[in-house]
T-cell receptor, first 114, second 112 residues
């Protein structure tokens, strides 16, 4: 079945460590997105990519990095520069034009900084 | 700045009741999404609307572009409908491939 797979589901990190969250999709979607969700707030866009080898900063990109070497994969690295990394992270994908297609989400990754 | 307001924030109802969740936004949009977030955190897309009304099973979504308002209705509600329902809009002015603004969600609990 087609879908989006995020891993790990839960992750604990010590302060000062970088961590990488995985996102893989087999929907043949061009566009992929990373969102952050905090309690009581709407989802906020971290980074997005419309095509392989290209990505753009979203609203809250500071302290994060991404790569898009393959169409299927869009990993997110939470660096030590991110001051408040504890959050729920969601990966999504769509065909390039959101107006013509749905947005598909993964199950999310919950990161806790100890 | 585009704002998306959902109401109510929290809703508890009895099984079988008719449920309405509202979404209002402040700018012209090209599309509106209704999403369902399960207790485990995963999100499922329910509807994408640009006008009129859509129906899928017991779920109905309507949008009034002139009034900048959308509603999500659930008929014959069931405990398995318990979830957070999120409204997201894409402004006409764009702002990137994403350009989505999300509401904070409505937490729905259906009691047996």
């Amino acid at each position: 079945d087609g879908g989006i797979t995020q891993s790990p589901k839960y992750l604990f990190r010590k302060e000062g460590q970088n961590v990488t969250l995985s996102c893989e999709q087999n929907l043949n979607h061009d566009a992929m997105y990373w969102y952050r969700q905090d309690p009581g707030q709407g989802l906020r866009l971290i980074y997005y990519s419309q095509i392989v080898n290209d990505f753009q900063k979203g609203d809250i990109a500071e302290g994060y990095s991404v790569s898009r070497e393959k169409k299927e994969s869009f990993p997110l690295t939470v660096t030590s520069a991110q001051k408040n990394p504890t959050a729920f992270y969601l990966c999504a994908s769509s065909f390039r034009e959101l107006n013509t297609g749905e947005l598909f989400f993964g199950e999310g990754s919950r990161l806790t900084v100890l | 700045k585009n704002e998306v307001e959902q109401s109510p924030q929290n809703l508890t109802a009895q099984e079988g009741e008719f449920i309405t969740i509202n979404c209002s936004y402040s700018v012209g949009i090209s599309a509106l999404h209704w999403l369902q977030q399960h207790p485990g955190g995963g999100i499922v897309s329910l509807f994408m609307l640009s006008s009129g009304k859509k129906k899928h099973g017991r779920l109905i979504a309507t949008i009034n572009i002139q009034e900048k308002h959308s509603s999500l209705h659930i008929t014959a509600s069931h405990p398995r409908d318990s979830a957070v329902y999120i409204c997201a809009v894409r402004p006409v002015s764009g702002g990137g491939a994403d350009g989505l603004t999300f509401g904070k969600g409505t937490h729905l609990i259906i009691q047996p």
